[in-house]
């Protein structure tokens, strides 16, 4: 691993556009840009030094219904744990579990790769756990 095993995830309304203001005006750089079918974007991973943002468009349904732009009764943004394997992930879960927080998306593997599950922390903080690493992974 090269970069900062906390990622911060953000969704946006028009992430097209903020990936573009993001590397213009905060001076972001473009790691890795997964369009999606609808003009969107399904997954981005922009770089600042050796820091991290993971964004995509806002989207209803699954994670969606969990994240948004701040405002409208979802969370702004969340933390992404790169973890080091699956096995891994799996056990996060099972201790998540055994500590009674709430799973708000299954273990699942994802399109990009790598096993993940969001959860819920005691105060309602929205996190992510996964064995997906955008420092290793190939640049779409």
């Known amino acids: 691993m090269t970069g900062s095993h906390v990622i911060p995830t953000l969704s946006y309304r028009d992430a097209p556009a903020m990936i573009d203001w993001l590397c ?16 969107g974007i399904a997954h981005a991973e922009l770089t600042l030094g050796a820091g991290m943002v993971m964004l995509g468009s806002l989207r209803e349904g699954g994670f969606g219904d969990l994240q948004g732009p701040p405002g409208d ?11 080091p394997d699956d096995a891994a992930v799996e056990a996060a879960h ?47």
Do not use: C, Q
């Open 24 to 39: 213009e005006v905060l001076g972001f750089a473009r790691h890795a840009v997964f369009p999606d079918d609808r003009g």
């Open 73 to 83: 009764g979802r969370a702004g943004g969340s933390p992404y744990l790169v973890l």
């Open 94 to 140: 099972a201790r998540a579990l055994a500590a009674g927080a709430e799973i708000v998306m299954p273990l699942e593997v994802k399109d990009y790769g790598g096993l993940a599950v969001s959860i819920r922390d005691p105060e309602g903080g929205l996190w992510n756990l996964g064995a997906y690493d955008p420092w290793t992974a190939a640049a779409g």
